[in-house]
């Protein structure tokens, strides 16, 4: 009870920070719909291509970004401190702040999903992988967000202090479905984001990353590597976070 207390504050807070309103709900909101209403056209790619955008801008913008923003505030602000003065656990602590915004991408990338369809993308081929891809994704970028604190002194400067992942993940999650060699695409799936992507394209179209049409059991083969590598950075940014996190704003 106490952690949803503390999660229904930090959405009311969240929800009242007009520049989170514009770059956590807005932007992705109004640019993937854009994304929808260009439709096969967005990129020169077909509708795998725009639904992976699409969720890959919220994990980023929505998850990862606003979390750093808002963990290094509430730090920044002696919030954490006096939470930890109470009867709440670290961990109790860091689910209620960090629960409303994983709640708010996945809200987010479901309405997308759903705009996406109504402009014509097909239903997913495989929506179980699909899922898995947007629930490891959510997980991967809220530790990266949590794990980005560390580098993070003031909320003004978790503009540049994202901006390395951030790159990365966005370059990864395109050269993952634009790649022409097979070496150069499994080297995006193996760097943060891009076996993401290559989880939610897979999922979507139900074909490798060369076009192939492969039945449901192959495709989960396929994806294995993603799952893989994803997992991987997933845990080594929760050891990042739990190892290094900071309470208090630094010295």
Known sequence: MRV???????????????????????????????????????GGGGWGVVVTLQIMLVLLMTVYITITTTLTARRQDLFLKRLRSGELTDLGILAGTVGPVLALGFAQSLVLTVIA???????????LLFAVGVLV?????????????????????????????????????????????????????????????????????????????????DQLVAAGPAVGASAVWAAVAVYAALRWFRWEPRA
């Open 137 to 217: 994704g959510l997980a991967l970028f809220a530790a990266a967000g949590m794990a980005s604190t560390v580098f993070t002194k003031t909320p003004e400067n978790a503009q540049i202090t994202t901006l390395p992942i951030f790159m990365v993940a966005a370059g990864a999650a395109a050269s993952s479905f634009l790649a022409d060699s097979q070496t150069v695409h499994w080297i995006s799936v193996a760097l943060p984001g891009g076996g993401i992507a290559e989880l939610l394209r897979t999922g979507w179209l139900g074909t490798t990353w060369d076009g192939r049409a492969v039945g449901f059991a």
């Open 4 to 42: 949803l207390a503390l999660g229904s504050t930090e959405l009311k807070l969240l929800w009242r920070n007009r520049s989170v309103m514009v770059m956590a709900i807005a932007f992705p909101l109004g640019l993937g719909g854009y994304m929808a209403y260009q439709g096969t056209s967005f």
């Open 117 to 127: 369809m109504a402009a014509g993308a097909p239903i997913p081929e495989n929506p």
